[in-house]
């Protein structure tokens, strides 16, 4: 089964057909709101808002824990994590949609490990490619029968927000090769991979990043929703045809 969660811009998802709402308790605290299950298509999904359906959840105060537990008790095994970032690489401009293929975590005081605790044995899992091969290949070739371009790869860095970043700040992710800027990509794929989910990521740039190109004198937080809006309808068209592949 596949879930998509949704982030910025996306705390709902249009065109589900027998919807219902779910309550999942877990060890690790409530997850962000109640899963939505439906049909896209005909095909069984489940849609969580990671900022929950009212954006009320900073990306520092997600439960990431709870949110993919809650998923894969509920028996879902592919996720497409769709995220807003800003643009640092010169081809990831406002509108962009860029599929990463990896990810620097700079990120701190998450919960960010299901192995931990007096009850637990020291676990690593191999994270040499945070993305799952065949999600990214579904959804790459999803954009191709939909007709959607899309950016093939790309390094995500993810930050701790909520604060957007200084310009020496983005200048320093470019130098550590970062061409994505965003706040809710990690602990998130990396307990996706913990819980055995096949996990990828959707970005959706809603701006250049601090001090680059249009946002060299500062970011224009007023012009994010126009882009996000003018966006999201590509999203939704594209995830529908992932659901349908």
Known sequence: MLAIIGGSGLAKLAGLGNVRREVVRTPYGDP???L??????GRPIVFLARHGY?????????????????????GVERVVAV???????????????????????YTWGRGHTFFEGADQP???VDFTWPYDASVREQVLEAARRCGEPVVDGA????????????????????????DLVGMTGMPEAALAREA??????????????????????GISLTDIPV?????MGRVRRLLAEVARG
Do not use: M, W
Request: aromatic share 4%; hydrophobic share 45%; glycine share 10%.
């Open 83 to 105: 995220a807003t970032v800003g643009g640092i690489r010169a081809d990831c401009v406002a509108g962009a949609l860029v599929v990463p293929d990896q990810i620097v975590d």
């Open 155 to 178: 390094v995500y860095g993810c930050t701790q927000g909520p604060r957007l970043e200084t310009a020496a700040e983005i200048e320093r992710l470019a130098r550590d090769g970062c």
């Open 122 to 124: 020291v676990t690593h």
């Open 227 to 231: 882009v996000l809006d003018a966006a």
């Open 36 to 41: 939505t299950h439906g049909e896209l298509d």
């Open 54 to 74: 009212g954006h009320t959840l900073a990306p520092h105060e997600i439960n990431y824990r709870a949110n993919v537990f809650a998923l894969k008790r509920v």
């Open 196 to 217: 055995g989910l096949a996990y990828a990521a959707l970005c959706v740039v809603a701006n250049e990043a601090a001090g680059r190109g249009k946002s060299r004198a």
């Open 32 to 34: 962000s709101c109640a």
